[in-house]
């Protein structure tokens, strides 16, 4: 089955509340941690088919932001998202007072349990109507940065159209088109500096009612930080000022003489004088190539790939219309990942 025929539907939250309800009731009332676990993989079969389809109407959105149909599908499971949010809430609350804790624990991991308690430090009822402004700017963004439109040398390029001149030998060009580049931005600078500025207001707003002094130490709960944090990284940053800024110093030293030149500016990113290597071969070349590569390396990985290639698991080419930049997300239920890139010609 290709992923254009994963069947999709609208997961209704009434019908959610439901479920939740008997699956809490009959967790509450568990005996034993085998009645609990029980309850929590019916749950988890939930969560991976609310999962799928919440991940595939992002990733319609993602690959055409222009697409009226899949941009309603997103805002549906946006809207949604809190209200759900709040349905599993009540049985993460269930969890972290079990007394099975360490039966749950040997079942699934401490990580299982600490993710748990970071979720319910990340979330109240009273911030629903936040996140889903929250999520909301952040669509706008997502719709203005991957609807660029840039006018360079008679032709016009979204973003990662762009990165091929970027990294071109002739520096006058890379100049130019990162200067047009630039130019887009500074077009649209309100734009961003508003939905910028709404952003920051809006998360620190969201931090206070849950109780934090500002966003930082609620972001690295959102994150499922539980082994670092804000001290931890501050100490990384000065280990690379100390360590990796001078090594750094050397390399950009060492690239200005061999690109021969007296000063290197920010359009200088490539790395020979006669230009940085490009992918050779069309895109579906190398996908073969890398088809040959994975058969090579085992049985196991050359049976994965051909399966995200037969079922067309990758979106790799970039278009316009399409989000820049590239992530992997995946589909529980059906078990299987989907690849989101820009091939663009560079590296």
């Known amino acids: 089955m290709k992923y254009n025929d994963f069947p999709y539907k609208r997961i209704s939250v009434d019908s959610q509340k439901e479920l939740m309800a008997g699956w809490l009731n009959r967790f509450e009332k568990a005996e034993s941690a085998d009645e609990q676990i029980s309850v929590l993989k019916e749950v988890d079969e939930a969560n991976r088919e609310y999962s799928s389809y919440q991940a595939i109407a992002s990733l319609n959105f993602n690959r055409n932001i222009n697409d009226e149909a899949a941009k309603a599908e997103k805002e549906y499971y946006d809207t949604i998202g809190p209200e759900m949010q709040e349905i599993h809430n009540k049985l993460d609350k269930a969890v972290d007072v ?22 319910l ?20 963004y997502t719709q203005l940065v991957g609807g660029a439109q840039i006018e360079f040398d008679g032709k016009t390029y979204n973003l990662a159209g762009l990165g091929p001149f970027h990294t071109d030998q002739d520096r006058d060009l890379r ?18 500096d508003e939905l910028y500025d709404k952003l920051v207001k809006l998360r620190h707003k969201i931090a206070v009612t849950l109780g934090y002094e500002n966003f930082i130490e609620l972001g690295y709960l959102r994150m499922s ?24 110093t050397k390399l950009r030293q060492q690239k200005k003489e061999i690109l ?3 000063h290197l500016y920010f359009y200088d990113g490539i790395n020979f004088k006669e230009g940085d290597p490009k992918p050779k071969g069309t895109p579906d070349e190398l996908v073969a190539g890398a088809q040959k590569m994975y058969h090579e390396l085992s049985p196991e990985t050359g049976e994965f790939f051909d399966i995200m290639v037969n079922e067309e698991l990758m979106d790799l080419v970039n278009r316009d219309g399409k989000m820049v930049g590239g992530f992997c997300t995946a589909f529980p239920k059906y078990n299987r990942p989907y690849i989101f890139s820009n091939f663009n010609g560079t590296d």
């Open 225 to 248: 930080r539980s082994d670092y944090g804000a001290k931890e990284v501050a100490n990384f940053r000065k280990q690379i000022v100390e360590h990796v800024v001078p090594i750094v």
């Open 98 to 119: 079990s007394t099975f804790k360490d039966e749950l624990r040997a079942m699934w991991g401490d990580t299982f349990l600490k993710m748990i308690e970071m979720d």
């Open 260 to 262: 021969g030149l007296d």
């Open 121 to 140: 430090k990340t979330f109240d009822p009273k911030i629903m109507d936040m996140l889903r402004k929250e999520t909301e700017l952040r669509n706008e």
């Open 175 to 192: 100049k130019r088109s990162y200067h047009a580049r630039f130019q887009w931005f500074a077009e649209n600078a309100d734009q961003f």
